[in-house]
């Protein structure tokens, strides 16, 4: 969810800063210009972290009083992968979905109805989206359709064949084990 990420940007240094040291200038100017910017593919810069890395010589440009100094430095970054799980706390439920705070840190975040866990409802008379899973209806749904069964009474409709196998073929080598001792 957060992740250290390594930056590198041109850093212009303003000519009033340009009487401090340039590490003291640099950093205000990134502790100015990153936190709370979203950057494609990085995700939402939530505070530079330690000084930076590099600072490459500064360059004067034409019409310009500041200097612009090439400047690689790590940020402390919210990225949250794909599907992963984030605690939070339901701030308003509706029937068009739901809206979540999650940790004080964003406090708007929508979730659609389409996007509930399946089979969610939204009851009315409690103004909340209620989760109403039902284990009974797996094994009926398998013994109303008919089943895929593949015809060895087990109603598993052939996923576990190969391991059943197996399984008769141990069973039939300990039955004859006893009777080949016997023989001898």
């Not at 949250?80 to 984030?86: C, D, N, S």
């Not at 895929?148 to 084990?177: L, Y």
Request: with cysteine; net charge negative.
């Amino acid at each position: 969810m957060f992740v250290l990420t390594l930056l590198s940007d041109t850093i212009r240094i303003p000519p009033p800063l340009l009487s401090q040291p340039t590490l003291t200038s640099i950093q205000s100017q990134i502790e100015k210009r990153y936190p709370n910017k979203i950057i494609i593919d990085v995700g939402l810069v939530i505070c530079p972290y330690g000084p930076p890395l590099k600072i490459g010589d500064g360059i004067l440009a034409p019409g310009d009083g500041g200097a612009h100094h090439q400047v690689i430095f790590q940020c402390l970054v919210f990225r949250p992968f794909v599907e992963e799980v984030l605690v939070g706390t339901v701030t308003e439920s509706h029937e068009e979905g739901i809206v979540v705070s999650v940790g004080g840190f964003f406090d708007h975040v929508f979730i659609p109805a389409h996007w509930m866990l399946n089979p969610s409802r939204f009851d009315e008379g409690l103004g909340l989206w209620v989760w109403t899973p039902n284990y009974d209806d797996d094994d009926d749904d398998e013994e109303e359709d008919g089943g895929e069964d593949d015809g060895d009474g087990d109603g598993d409709g052939g996923e576990n064949d190969a391991e059943e196998g197996q399984n008769q073929q141990r069973k039939q080598q300990k039955q004859q084990q006893p009777q080949s001792e016997g023989e001898e």
